[in-house]
Protein backbone atom coordinates (compact mmCIF):
# COMPACT_ATOMS: atom_id res chain seq x y z
CA UNK A 1 0.00 0.00 0.00
CA UNK A 2 1.70 3.46 -0.92
CA UNK A 3 0.27 6.65 0.07
CA UNK A 4 -0.83 7.56 -3.46
CA UNK A 5 -3.48 5.43 -3.09
CA UNK A 6 -5.16 7.25 -0.32
CA UNK A 7 -3.73 11.05 -1.27
CA UNK A 8 -4.78 12.44 -4.29
CA UNK A 9 -3.30 15.14 -5.77
CA UNK A 10 -4.93 18.08 -7.64
CA UNK A 11 -2.59 20.01 -9.64
CA UNK A 12 -3.03 23.62 -11.77
CA UNK A 13 -2.61 22.42 -15.61
CA UNK A 14 -1.73 25.60 -17.53
CA UNK A 15 -2.67 23.68 -20.48
CA UNK A 16 -6.64 23.77 -19.20
CA UNK A 17 -6.33 26.75 -17.25
CA UNK A 18 -7.42 24.21 -14.49
CA UNK A 19 -6.65 22.36 -11.52
CA UNK A 20 -7.13 18.68 -12.44
CA UNK A 21 -7.22 15.10 -10.84
CA UNK A 22 -3.64 13.82 -11.62
CA UNK A 23 -2.84 10.81 -12.95
CA UNK A 24 0.02 9.46 -14.06
CA UNK A 25 0.84 7.89 -17.00
CA UNK A 26 2.08 4.85 -15.95
CA UNK A 27 0.82 3.73 -12.22
CA UNK A 28 3.13 4.29 -9.12
CA UNK A 29 5.40 6.30 -11.58
CA UNK A 30 5.99 9.57 -12.63
CA UNK A 31 8.62 11.43 -15.48
CA UNK A 32 8.53 15.01 -14.10
CA UNK A 33 10.72 17.25 -16.38
CA UNK A 34 11.55 20.94 -15.49
CA UNK A 35 13.72 23.77 -17.77
CA UNK A 36 17.13 23.86 -16.38
CA UNK A 37 19.52 27.56 -15.93
CA UNK A 38 21.28 28.60 -18.94
CA UNK A 39 24.62 28.51 -17.25
CA UNK A 40 26.15 31.89 -18.35
CA UNK A 41 26.02 34.28 -15.06
CA UNK A 42 24.79 33.78 -11.35
CA UNK A 43 22.36 31.86 -10.65
CA UNK A 44 19.23 34.48 -10.54
CA UNK A 45 17.08 34.33 -6.82
CA UNK A 46 13.86 34.27 -9.01
CA UNK A 47 14.99 30.87 -11.00
CA UNK A 48 16.27 29.45 -7.48
CA UNK A 49 12.35 30.37 -6.18
CA UNK A 50 10.97 28.61 -9.66
CA UNK A 51 13.49 25.35 -9.02
CA UNK A 52 12.36 25.46 -5.38
CA UNK A 53 8.92 24.97 -6.32
CA UNK A 54 9.62 21.77 -8.20
CA UNK A 55 12.04 20.44 -5.55
CA UNK A 56 9.07 20.50 -3.21
CA UNK A 57 6.99 18.83 -5.64
CA UNK A 58 9.74 16.11 -6.46
CA UNK A 59 10.02 15.72 -2.63
CA UNK A 60 6.02 15.54 -2.07
CA UNK A 61 5.83 12.92 -4.99
CA UNK A 62 8.28 10.83 -3.54
CA UNK A 63 6.44 11.04 -0.03
CA UNK A 64 3.60 9.69 -1.76
CA UNK A 65 5.39 6.43 -2.94
CA UNK A 66 5.80 7.27 -6.73
CA UNK A 67 8.92 6.19 -8.58
CA UNK A 68 10.04 9.61 -9.71
CA UNK A 69 12.52 9.93 -12.79
CA UNK A 70 12.94 14.03 -12.29
CA UNK A 71 14.87 15.81 -15.26
CA UNK A 72 16.35 19.28 -15.23
CA UNK A 73 18.66 19.83 -17.52
CA UNK A 74 21.75 22.30 -18.06
CA UNK A 75 21.49 24.95 -21.00
CA UNK A 76 24.93 25.45 -22.17
CA UNK A 77 24.62 26.03 -25.93
CA UNK A 78 21.95 27.81 -28.26
CA UNK A 79 20.05 30.25 -26.05
CA UNK A 80 20.71 33.38 -27.73
CA UNK A 81 20.06 36.67 -26.36
CA UNK A 82 16.97 37.48 -27.82
CA UNK A 83 14.47 34.70 -27.40
CA UNK A 84 13.25 35.69 -30.78
CA UNK A 85 16.17 33.97 -32.46
CA UNK A 86 18.47 37.28 -32.35
CA UNK A 87 21.64 38.15 -31.00
CA UNK A 88 24.43 36.32 -29.82
CA UNK A 89 24.76 33.04 -27.98
CA UNK A 90 24.75 34.23 -24.35
CA UNK A 91 27.27 32.07 -23.21
CA UNK A 92 29.59 32.78 -26.32
CA UNK A 93 28.90 36.42 -25.42
CA UNK A 94 30.32 35.94 -21.64
CA UNK A 95 32.95 34.23 -22.94
CA UNK A 96 33.68 36.44 -25.40
CA UNK A 97 33.71 39.35 -22.83
CA UNK A 98 35.29 37.73 -20.10
CA UNK A 99 38.14 36.01 -22.62
CA UNK A 100 37.90 32.67 -21.47
CA UNK A 101 36.63 29.76 -23.06
CA UNK A 102 32.73 28.76 -23.47
CA UNK A 103 32.74 25.90 -21.53
CA UNK A 104 34.60 27.57 -19.05
CA UNK A 105 31.56 29.93 -18.62
CA UNK A 106 29.51 26.66 -18.60
CA UNK A 107 31.83 25.12 -15.65
CA UNK A 108 32.14 28.61 -13.51
CA UNK A 109 28.53 29.10 -13.41
CA UNK A 110 27.12 25.33 -13.14
CA UNK A 111 29.56 24.62 -10.16
CA UNK A 112 27.88 27.95 -8.71
CA UNK A 113 24.03 26.83 -9.55
CA UNK A 114 25.13 23.84 -8.03
CA UNK A 115 26.78 25.57 -4.83
CA UNK A 116 23.31 27.65 -4.04
CA UNK A 117 20.81 24.74 -4.45
CA UNK A 118 22.86 22.67 -2.18
CA UNK A 119 22.98 25.34 0.04
CA UNK A 120 19.16 25.54 0.13
CA UNK A 121 19.08 22.25 0.98
CA UNK A 122 17.75 20.77 -2.87
CA UNK A 123 17.24 17.18 -4.02
CA UNK A 124 19.41 16.39 -6.89
CA UNK A 125 17.13 15.97 -9.93
CA UNK A 126 17.61 11.98 -11.62
CA UNK A 127 19.04 12.73 -14.54
CA UNK A 128 21.16 16.67 -15.12
CA UNK A 129 21.53 16.42 -19.07
CA UNK A 130 23.25 19.31 -21.42
CA UNK A 131 22.19 20.57 -23.87
CA UNK A 132 25.62 19.68 -26.09
CA UNK A 133 25.46 16.57 -24.74
CA UNK A 134 22.49 15.76 -26.62
CA UNK A 135 23.56 17.32 -30.92
CA UNK A 136 22.69 14.44 -32.37
CA UNK A 137 19.56 13.66 -30.71
CA UNK A 138 18.59 17.56 -31.34
CA UNK A 139 19.50 16.75 -35.40
CA UNK A 140 17.55 13.67 -35.54
CA UNK A 141 14.47 15.69 -34.36
CA UNK A 142 15.31 17.96 -36.77
CA UNK A 143 15.39 15.86 -39.48
CA UNK A 144 12.05 13.89 -38.32
CA UNK A 145 10.39 17.60 -38.64
CA UNK A 146 11.60 18.19 -42.29
CA UNK A 147 10.11 14.93 -43.55
CA UNK A 148 6.68 16.09 -41.65
CA UNK A 149 7.24 19.05 -44.01
CA UNK A 150 7.08 21.29 -41.18
CA UNK A 151 9.89 22.61 -41.29
CA UNK A 152 12.70 24.34 -43.85
CA UNK A 153 16.00 24.84 -44.58
CA UNK A 154 17.37 28.35 -45.66
CA UNK A 155 21.29 28.84 -45.99
CA UNK A 156 22.23 26.32 -43.61
CA UNK A 157 19.73 27.38 -40.98
CA UNK A 158 16.80 25.07 -40.11
CA UNK A 159 13.23 27.06 -38.97
CA UNK A 160 10.38 25.67 -37.75
CA UNK A 161 6.91 26.68 -40.08
CA UNK A 162 4.65 28.09 -37.75
CA UNK A 163 1.90 28.71 -39.83
CA UNK A 164 1.98 25.21 -41.81
CA UNK A 165 1.54 23.80 -38.43
CA UNK A 166 -1.19 25.90 -37.72
CA UNK A 167 -3.16 24.53 -41.07
CA UNK A 168 -3.79 21.19 -38.77
CA UNK A 169 -2.76 21.66 -34.99
CA UNK A 170 -2.80 24.49 -32.83
CA UNK A 171 -0.13 26.79 -32.19
CA UNK A 172 -0.46 28.87 -29.13
CA UNK A 173 -2.76 26.39 -27.16
CA UNK A 174 -0.44 26.96 -23.70
CA UNK A 175 0.07 30.35 -23.90
CA UNK A 176 -3.50 31.12 -25.26
CA UNK A 177 -2.05 33.18 -27.93
CA UNK A 178 -3.40 32.62 -31.85
CA UNK A 179 -1.75 32.94 -34.56
CA UNK A 180 -3.18 35.70 -36.36
CA UNK A 181 -2.12 38.13 -33.48
CA UNK A 182 0.87 36.46 -33.07
CA UNK A 183 1.53 37.79 -36.90
CA UNK A 184 -0.07 40.90 -36.12
CA UNK A 185 2.07 41.96 -32.78
CA UNK A 186 5.80 40.08 -34.56
CA UNK A 187 8.06 42.69 -36.10
CA UNK A 188 8.47 42.94 -39.31
CA UNK A 189 11.71 41.13 -40.38
CA UNK A 190 14.41 43.19 -40.48
CA UNK A 191 15.77 41.94 -43.67
CA UNK A 192 18.38 40.11 -42.21
CA UNK A 193 16.59 36.92 -41.37
CA UNK A 194 16.36 33.95 -43.29
CA UNK A 195 13.00 33.16 -41.83
CA UNK A 196 9.96 33.10 -44.05
CA UNK A 197 7.64 34.46 -41.13
CA UNK A 198 8.64 36.37 -38.24
CA UNK A 199 6.90 33.71 -35.42
CA UNK A 200 8.61 30.47 -37.10
CA UNK A 201 11.59 29.57 -34.92
CA UNK A 202 14.97 28.27 -35.42
CA UNK A 203 15.61 24.61 -35.10
CA UNK A 204 18.91 25.08 -36.19
CA UNK A 205 21.00 28.04 -36.82
CA UNK A 206 24.03 28.15 -38.92
CA UNK A 207 27.33 29.16 -37.33
CA UNK A 208 29.07 32.47 -38.14
CA UNK A 209 32.82 31.39 -39.13
CA UNK A 210 33.93 33.29 -35.65
CA UNK A 211 31.32 31.46 -33.50
CA UNK A 212 33.21 29.09 -31.42
CA UNK A 213 30.35 26.60 -30.37
CA UNK A 214 29.29 24.72 -33.66
CA UNK A 215 28.94 21.34 -34.43
CA UNK A 216 28.36 19.44 -38.17
CA UNK A 217 24.96 18.49 -39.50
CA UNK A 218 23.44 17.54 -42.52
CA UNK A 219 22.69 21.40 -43.49
CA UNK A 220 25.84 23.43 -41.82
CA UNK A 221 27.82 23.66 -39.15
CA UNK A 222 26.23 24.83 -36.48
CA UNK A 223 23.96 25.11 -33.46
CA UNK A 224 20.58 23.28 -32.53
CA UNK A 225 18.16 26.26 -31.58
CA UNK A 226 17.43 26.63 -27.69
CA UNK A 227 14.01 25.12 -27.67
CA UNK A 228 14.85 22.02 -29.39
CA UNK A 229 17.35 20.91 -26.55
CA UNK A 230 14.38 20.54 -24.12
CA UNK A 231 12.72 18.53 -26.65
CA UNK A 232 15.36 16.33 -27.05
CA UNK A 233 16.45 15.70 -23.67
CA UNK A 234 12.79 15.34 -21.99
CA UNK A 235 11.87 12.78 -24.83
CA UNK A 236 15.36 10.79 -24.59
CA UNK A 237 14.50 9.77 -20.74
CA UNK A 238 11.35 10.27 -20.14
CA UNK A 239 9.91 9.13 -23.85
CA UNK A 240 7.60 10.60 -26.41
CA UNK A 241 4.92 11.37 -23.73
CA UNK A 242 5.18 12.10 -19.84
CA UNK A 243 3.67 13.16 -16.96
CA UNK A 244 4.73 16.97 -15.58
CA UNK A 245 6.88 19.52 -17.68
CA UNK A 246 7.41 22.54 -15.47
CA UNK A 247 9.47 25.81 -15.67
CA UNK A 248 8.97 29.58 -15.06
CA UNK A 249 6.29 31.44 -15.84
CA UNK A 250 8.16 33.56 -18.36
CA UNK A 251 9.10 30.03 -19.96
CA UNK A 252 5.52 29.81 -21.23
CA UNK A 253 5.77 31.37 -24.68
CA UNK A 254 7.77 31.09 -26.61
CA UNK A 255 9.97 28.51 -25.30
CA UNK A 256 6.86 25.81 -23.36
CA UNK A 257 4.73 26.55 -26.68
CA UNK A 258 7.90 25.75 -29.31
CA UNK A 259 8.28 22.70 -27.40
CA UNK A 260 4.92 21.29 -27.39
CA UNK A 261 4.36 22.30 -31.84
CA UNK A 262 8.04 20.22 -31.88
CA UNK A 263 6.70 16.87 -30.12
CA UNK A 264 3.47 17.52 -31.82
CA UNK A 265 5.01 17.43 -35.21
CA UNK A 266 7.19 14.58 -34.39
CA UNK A 267 4.94 12.36 -32.69
CA UNK A 268 1.14 13.94 -33.72
CA UNK A 269 0.51 13.74 -30.17
CA UNK A 270 0.94 16.44 -27.31
CA UNK A 271 4.25 15.15 -25.31
CA UNK A 272 3.23 16.46 -21.80
CA UNK A 273 -0.12 15.97 -20.13
CA UNK A 274 0.10 18.49 -16.67
CA UNK A 275 2.36 22.01 -17.73
CA UNK A 276 3.11 23.93 -14.39
CA UNK A 277 4.37 27.19 -13.88
CA UNK A 278 6.11 28.73 -11.21
CA UNK A 279 5.34 32.39 -10.61
CA UNK A 280 8.12 35.41 -10.69
CA UNK A 281 9.90 36.58 -7.77
CA UNK A 282 10.15 40.15 -7.57
CA UNK A 283 11.60 42.41 -4.75
CA UNK A 284 10.40 45.77 -2.50
CA UNK A 285 7.32 45.73 -5.05
CA UNK A 286 9.46 46.06 -8.01
CA UNK A 287 10.85 43.71 -11.30
CA UNK A 288 14.19 42.54 -9.91
CA UNK A 289 17.01 43.99 -12.30
CA UNK A 290 20.73 44.80 -11.92
CA UNK A 291 20.68 47.64 -13.68
CA UNK A 292 18.28 49.76 -11.35
CA UNK A 293 19.94 48.45 -8.46
CA UNK A 294 17.17 46.31 -7.09
CA UNK A 295 18.76 42.69 -7.17
CA UNK A 296 20.10 40.77 -4.53
CA UNK A 297 21.88 37.35 -5.25
CA UNK A 298 21.37 34.25 -3.41
CA UNK A 299 24.81 34.08 -1.54
CA UNK A 300 24.37 37.78 -0.86
CA UNK A 301 21.18 36.70 1.84
CA UNK A 302 23.34 34.33 3.54
CA UNK A 303 26.31 36.72 4.37
CA UNK A 304 24.10 39.84 4.53
CA UNK A 305 26.30 41.58 2.34
CA UNK A 306 23.63 43.03 0.20
CA UNK A 307 21.76 47.10 1.19
CA UNK A 308 18.37 45.58 0.64
CA UNK A 309 18.52 43.22 4.02
CA UNK A 310 19.58 44.23 7.37
CA UNK A 311 21.22 41.27 8.36
CA UNK A 312 22.39 37.52 6.68
CA UNK A 313 19.61 35.06 7.14
CA UNK A 314 19.98 31.17 7.28
CA UNK A 315 19.56 29.37 3.77
CA UNK A 316 16.29 27.50 5.41
CA UNK A 317 14.99 30.27 6.76
CA UNK A 318 15.22 31.84 3.00
CA UNK A 319 13.80 28.89 2.16
CA UNK A 320 10.79 28.78 4.34
CA UNK A 321 10.44 32.47 3.35
CA UNK A 322 9.76 31.37 -0.38
CA UNK A 323 7.62 28.40 0.98
CA UNK A 324 5.45 30.61 2.77
CA UNK A 325 3.84 31.48 -0.76
CA UNK A 326 2.05 29.58 -2.99
CA UNK A 327 4.50 28.53 -6.10
CA UNK A 328 1.50 29.78 -8.73
CA UNK A 329 1.55 33.75 -6.30
CA UNK A 330 3.97 36.46 -7.30
CA UNK A 331 6.32 36.51 -4.53
CA UNK A 332 7.74 39.95 -2.82
CA UNK A 333 11.17 39.40 -1.27
CA UNK A 334 11.55 41.98 1.53
CA UNK A 335 13.54 42.61 4.34
CA UNK A 336 10.27 42.38 6.44
CA UNK A 337 9.28 39.84 4.98
CA UNK A 338 12.57 37.79 5.71
CA UNK A 339 12.42 38.75 8.98
CA UNK A 340 8.91 37.61 9.82
CA UNK A 341 9.84 34.30 8.65
CA UNK A 342 12.78 34.27 10.74
CA UNK A 343 10.85 34.45 13.84
CA UNK A 344 8.05 31.83 12.23
CA UNK A 345 10.89 29.72 11.16
CA UNK A 346 12.73 29.42 15.05
CA UNK A 347 9.62 29.01 16.21
CA UNK A 348 8.43 26.04 14.44
CA UNK A 349 12.09 24.87 15.17
CA UNK A 350 11.92 25.39 18.49
CA UNK A 351 9.09 23.38 19.19
CA UNK A 352 10.29 20.15 16.96
CA UNK A 353 13.54 20.74 19.20
CA UNK A 354 11.23 19.79 22.46
CA UNK A 355 8.60 17.35 20.73
CA UNK A 356 11.20 14.24 21.80
CA UNK A 357 10.43 15.37 25.43
CA UNK A 358 6.84 15.20 25.28
CA UNK A 359 5.01 12.63 27.47
CA UNK A 360 2.42 10.71 26.72
CA UNK A 361 -1.10 10.22 28.23
CA UNK A 362 -3.88 7.46 29.07
CA UNK A 363 -6.24 9.55 26.82
CA UNK A 364 -5.58 12.21 23.53
CA UNK A 365 -7.48 15.57 23.85
CA UNK A 366 -6.92 16.15 20.06
CA UNK A 367 -7.71 13.80 17.21
CA UNK A 368 -4.48 13.42 15.60
CA UNK A 369 -5.31 12.07 12.23
CA UNK A 370 -7.43 15.00 11.00
CA UNK A 371 -4.80 17.27 11.77
CA UNK A 372 -2.67 14.99 9.91
CA UNK A 373 -5.23 14.68 6.87
CA UNK A 374 -5.31 18.46 6.77
CA UNK A 375 -1.45 18.48 6.12
CA UNK A 376 -2.04 16.31 3.30
CA UNK A 377 -5.01 18.21 2.19
CA UNK A 378 -2.88 21.10 1.87
CA UNK A 379 -0.23 19.55 -0.60
CA UNK A 380 -2.70 17.63 -2.36
CA UNK A 381 -4.48 20.63 -3.43
CA UNK A 382 -1.96 22.10 -5.90
CA UNK A 383 0.77 21.90 -3.31
CA UNK A 384 -0.67 24.77 -1.08
CA UNK A 385 2.65 25.17 0.74
CA UNK A 386 1.63 28.24 2.94
CA UNK A 387 -1.72 26.40 4.01
CA UNK A 388 0.22 23.44 4.94
CA UNK A 389 3.02 25.55 7.14
CA UNK A 390 -0.74 27.52 8.94
CA UNK A 391 -0.96 23.32 9.69
CA UNK A 392 2.56 22.61 11.01
CA UNK A 393 1.87 26.24 13.41
CA UNK A 394 -1.13 24.37 14.65
CA UNK A 395 1.15 21.15 15.58
CA UNK A 396 3.53 23.77 16.96
CA UNK A 397 0.03 25.25 19.32
CA UNK A 398 -0.11 21.24 20.04
CA UNK A 399 3.92 20.97 21.49
CA UNK A 400 3.25 23.84 23.69
CA UNK A 401 -0.30 22.91 24.75
CA UNK A 402 1.02 19.32 25.73
CA UNK A 403 4.37 20.40 27.09
CA UNK A 404 2.12 22.55 29.69
CA UNK A 405 -0.42 19.90 30.42
CA UNK A 406 -3.26 21.60 28.76
CA UNK A 407 -3.75 19.09 25.82
CA UNK A 408 -3.00 15.02 25.74
CA UNK A 409 -1.71 12.31 23.13
CA UNK A 410 -1.94 9.00 23.69
CA UNK A 411 2.01 7.09 23.13
CA UNK A 412 0.47 5.84 19.83
CA UNK A 413 -1.28 9.37 18.35
CA UNK A 414 2.12 11.26 20.02
CA UNK A 415 3.98 8.86 17.38
CA UNK A 416 2.06 9.44 14.46
CA UNK A 417 2.08 13.26 15.23
CA UNK A 418 5.98 13.48 15.90
CA UNK A 419 6.27 11.38 12.65
CA UNK A 420 4.04 13.53 10.72
CA UNK A 421 6.31 17.36 11.64
CA UNK A 422 8.94 15.68 11.04
CA UNK A 423 8.18 14.63 7.11
CA UNK A 424 6.44 17.59 6.32
CA UNK A 425 8.82 20.40 8.05
CA UNK A 426 12.37 17.94 6.67
CA UNK A 427 11.28 15.80 3.67
CA UNK A 428 8.58 17.80 1.88
CA UNK A 429 9.27 21.23 2.55
CA UNK A 430 13.28 20.24 2.58
CA UNK A 431 13.80 22.45 5.74
CA UNK A 432 17.01 21.92 7.48
CA UNK A 433 16.79 22.41 11.49
CA UNK A 434 19.66 24.96 11.84
CA UNK A 435 20.67 26.56 14.85
CA UNK A 436 20.87 30.60 14.59
CA UNK A 437 22.59 32.62 12.48
CA UNK A 438 22.87 34.63 15.69
CA UNK A 439 24.52 31.52 17.93
CA UNK A 440 26.95 30.93 15.05
CA UNK A 441 28.14 34.36 15.15
CA UNK A 442 28.71 34.84 18.91
CA UNK A 443 30.79 31.16 18.58
CA UNK A 444 32.90 33.21 15.95
CA UNK A 445 33.17 36.02 18.17
CA UNK A 446 34.47 33.61 20.97
CA UNK A 447 36.90 32.50 18.27
CA UNK A 448 38.22 35.61 17.55
CA UNK A 449 38.68 37.31 20.38
CA UNK A 450 41.12 34.21 21.74
CA UNK A 451 42.88 34.78 18.19
CA UNK A 452 43.34 38.83 19.47
CA UNK A 453 44.42 37.34 23.14
CA UNK A 454 47.26 35.33 21.47
CA UNK A 455 48.27 38.08 19.22
CA UNK A 456 48.42 40.60 22.58
CA UNK A 457 50.74 38.08 23.91
CA UNK A 458 52.80 37.41 20.46
CA UNK A 459 53.42 41.27 20.76
CA UNK A 460 54.20 41.57 23.94
CA UNK A 461 56.67 38.42 23.30
CA UNK A 462 57.78 40.51 19.94
CA UNK A 463 56.73 38.03 17.73
CA UNK A 464 55.70 40.10 15.32
CA UNK A 465 56.04 37.36 12.51
CA UNK A 466 52.79 35.48 14.39
CA UNK A 467 50.78 39.19 15.37
CA UNK A 468 50.76 39.75 11.78
CA UNK A 469 50.22 36.31 10.65
CA UNK A 470 47.56 36.52 12.69
CA UNK A 471 46.05 39.85 11.17
CA UNK A 472 46.53 38.96 7.95
CA UNK A 473 45.07 35.29 7.91
CA UNK A 474 42.09 37.05 9.35
CA UNK A 475 41.64 39.47 7.15
CA UNK A 476 41.73 37.13 4.15
CA UNK A 477 38.45 35.22 5.57
CA UNK A 478 37.06 38.73 5.63
CA UNK A 479 37.80 39.74 9.57
CA UNK A 480 39.13 43.11 9.80
CA UNK A 481 41.03 43.34 13.87
CA UNK A 482 41.21 47.30 14.29
CA UNK A 483 44.29 48.45 17.16
CA UNK A 484 42.83 51.29 19.38
CA UNK A 485 43.57 52.75 22.51
CA UNK A 486 41.14 50.60 24.35
CA UNK A 487 42.30 47.50 22.74
CA UNK A 488 41.93 45.40 19.79
CA UNK A 489 38.37 45.07 17.88
CA UNK A 490 37.02 43.25 14.90
CA UNK A 491 34.53 43.90 12.30
CA UNK A 492 33.44 41.22 9.16
CA UNK A 493 32.94 41.95 5.82
ZN1 LIG B 1 13.32 24.18 -21.61
Known sequence: MHLFQTQHIKLYNTLSGQKEAFKPINEGHVGMYVCGPTVYSNVHLG?????MSFDMVFRYLKHLGYKVRFVRNITDAGHLENDADAGEDRIAKKARLEEIEPMEVVQRYTVDFHNILNKFNFLPPSIEPTATGHIIEQIEIIKTI?????????NGSVYFDVLKYNET????????????????????LDGQSDKKNPQDFALWKKAEPQHIMRWPSPWSDGFPGWHLECTAMSTKYLGDHFDIHGGGMDLKFPHHECEIAQGEACNDASPVNYWMHANMLIMNGKKMAKSTGN???????????????????APSVARFFMLQAHYRSILDFTNNGLLASEKGFYRLMDAINIMDELKSSES???????????????MNDDFNSPILIANLFEGVKFINQ??????????????IFKATMNAFVFDILGLVNVTKVETSTDKLSGAVELLIQIRQQARANKDFALSDKIRDELAEVGIQLQDGKEGTTFSTN
Not at 146 to 154: F, M, N, P, Q, T
Not at 298 to 306: A, K, L, Y
Not at 367 to 377: A, F, M, P
Open 47 to 51: NVRTF
Open 146 to 154: LDKGLAYEV
Open 169 to 188: KQYGILSKRNVEDLIHNTRE
Open 295 to 313: FILPNEIFSGDNPHITKAY
Open 364 to 378: SSITILDWKQSCYDA
Open 402 to 415: IKEGNASLTHDDLE
